[in-house]
Structures are given as C-alpha cells and as structure tokens.
C-alpha cells in the first residue's frame, strides 16, 4: 500500500519507503496509534525554541509531523530545524513562513525570493521532507485516507481592516500608524515585482494542482497565512491583518474538501471553525508569547486522528522538558544574535488576553 500519492508534480522528491506506510497497533498492545500533528512558529533562532525542538519525539515510529512554516530566518538553521524533525518522524511536511523567505544580511545564503524558496525546497529533498512542489502525500492511517497538502501561497494586501476600502488606503493608514510588517524590510520578491505579483501566480499555479485531486479524497490545507479573514479579526493591531493572507483562498476550505485548515503566523494558537472545517493555528511562537501562556511551549497539535473534545486530550508528540533533558545553552530571550525580530516588529503577536483560546 502506497504511503504516497502523486497528484501532479514537476519532478520526484525523496520520499519514505512504501512499505513504511502508517498502521494502527492492535488493541491488545496499548501502542498509541499514529497520528499527524502539527506546529509553526518555531523561531529557532531563540535558544528556548531551539531547545524545543531538540526535545520534540513522536509518540510512535509512524507518527507524522506538518511544520507550517516560519521555523526561522537563517538558512542553516532551517536545515538544523527539518533535519532534526525528520530525523525523528515517520514524515514531515513543510510549508514556508515569511521568515523562511528573509534575506538577513548576516545569512552566508544571500538568495532572494524565488530562489530562495527554491533553494529551501532543494534543501528539503536532500533531507526527505515534503513542500509545496512534491507530491502531496497521503495519510492512510486512522482518521485517512487524506490528502496532505502544504501550500506556498503568501499575502497580498486584500485583508483589509475594518473602516478601510482599498489596498492603497488600508497600506497608507498602516504606514501613517507605524504598524508595518518586517517583511517590508527582509522579504525580497525576486523574480515578481512585489509579494502580490508573487501571491498571484502561487494561488493561480495551486489552483491548478488542486483541481487535479480527486475530489473524493478529503484534504488538509496547510498554509503559513491562513486562507480566510476570520483568525485576523482577533488581532490586536488590525492593520496587521494586511500581511496575513489573501482574499483569493476564503473559500479553498470547501472547494478543495477539506477536513482541516492548518496554519500559523498570526502567533494566536488556537482551534475554530469555519464553515463548520476545523482550522488549528499551531503556532509556537516567542518565548515571551508562549510563555505567558505556560511554561512550556505548546506542544504539537494532533490533526488526524480528530479527537473530539470529550476524546483524550491531545496527547502532544512532545517530552516535557526536564532538568535532564534542558540543553545547558538555552537562555531567555532575546538571543544574542543579529535579525532578532523585534518586539511588535514582527508579526500581530500581540493578540489581547483571551484572543487565543
Ligand atoms: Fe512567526
Ligand atoms: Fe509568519
């Protein structure tokens, strides 16, 4: 039984071998059964996120993990990053963040925009993870088949705050407060004049491979931004919204079946739905985010199976740090290096108490 399916894809990634395909143990074994989770925002760069991932273990040899993008700016610890995680878990599928993207002056690749993705990409086959240009693969264990499906798809400027009609005006008003993202600095468009151009020919290039799917096989959309408006009407700083996602994708959830719309970005975990499709910001986030919040990081979210929430708890691919296990180099923020993102600089990580429930 194929663990993979090829949809449509211009080339053949590196993937598992067929005969590792997800099975659930029996009963009598106690084994937990395979899950796919799934985590954003890891920001490595921060010592106490990179001591999390070092930590991070699946719960079960076939379990899978789907990162959606911003693990960080430098391309080597990207590498560092997905090669830990598939090191360890059965798959991993990979979806870029605005940070992935980042040219940061001190970064030995200076590739910029497409290239840069490319390069990103190439880097993921060499270790066996999956992007937006593989095929999408299939879960076929419980709660499956289903396909898998990592987006790169961007923003462009059309989530627009309330009180505003146009591109042109919510940017000005933006720009006028001082609320702009760092993108504006770090995200390099190349070859597209700008990241809407770039936008554009992703979702136009996406809708054709979605088109492709069976439109019997359930999905799970995976994308950095989210695909509607709905998660950044929680936003502390509204304009942000500007630099979320596009109006192009509100209605993917249902065109394209899908069962859950995974995504991070906006720094706000959290589960809704739309349209009755459950959608999971699995975002990990700053430490000084997540820990206001706890004490830990919050830990992989599972995606398939659903477990309802009179089911078990989310039973977290994830140790808990112990004395032991705490890497000697983790120090609180801010990390000492340079292209730290800062405070408020970055993404609406500043979603009032409560937003992120
Ligand atoms: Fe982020
Ligand atoms: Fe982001």
């Known amino acids: 039984m194929p663990t993979f399916s090829a949809v449509k894809s211009a080339s053949t990634p590196r993937t ?29 760069r921060y010592p106490a996120n990179r001591a999390f991932v070092a930590r991070l273990r699946p719960r079960t040899d076939h379990d899978w993990l789907i990162v959606a993008g911003d693990v960080g700016e430098f391309a080597a610890d990207v590498e560092w990053a ?28 200076q590739l910029r925009g497409e290239q840069r993705y ?20 299939v879960w076929r264990g419980e709660g499956g088949p289903v396909a898998i499906v990592p987006l790169h798809l961007l923003y462009d400027h059309t989530l627009l705050p309330a009180g505003t009609a146009t591109t042109e005006e919510a940017l000005a008003r933006a720009r006028a407060a001082d609320i702009v993202s760092t993108d504006e600095v770090h995200l390099h468009t190349d070859p597209y004049p700008g990241v809407a151009d ?71 975990p959290r589960t809704h739905f739309v349209d009755g499709v459950r959608c999971e910001e699995v975002s990990v986030g700053y430490p000084r985010e997540w820990r206001a919040r706890g004490e830990q990081p919050p830990a992989p979210r599972r995606i398939l199976p659903f477990a309802p929430a009179d089911d078990e708890p989310a039973p977290a691919a994830y140790e808990p740090a112990t004395a032991a296990a705490e890497p000697a180099t983790v120090t609180d923020e801010p990390t000492p290096v340079p292209l730290t993102p800062a405070p408020g600089a970055d993404e609406p990580a500043t979603a009032p108490p409560g937003a992120a429930a």
């Open 16 to 44: 598992p071998s067929p005969d590792r395909a997800p099975r659930r143990p029996e009963r009598h074994d106690r084994a937990p059964a395979p899950a796919v989770y799934a985590v954003s925002d890891l920001h490595v």
């Open 82 to 109: 997905l090669r830990t995680l598939a090191d360890r878990f059965h798959t991993v599928v990979w979806a870029p963040g605005n940070h992935e993207l980042w040219t940061p002056p001190t970064d030995p690749v």
């Open 118 to 137: 490319l390069h990103l990409v190439a880097l993921c086959r060499r270790l066996g993870v999956v992007t937006p240009e593989d095929p999408w693969p």
């Open 198 to 268: 770039w936008c554009r020919a992703r979702v136009e290039l996406t809708e054709r491979r979605l088109a492709a799917l069976d439109p019997e096989l359930p999905t799970v959309l995976v994308n950095h931004f989210p695909l509607t408006a709905h998660p950044t009407r929680t936003l502390h700083h509204p304009e942000f919204a500007l630099w979320c996602g596009a109006r192009r994708t509100a209605h993917w959830h249902r065109r394209y079946h899908a069962l859950a719309v995974v995504y991070g970005h906006l720094h706000i």
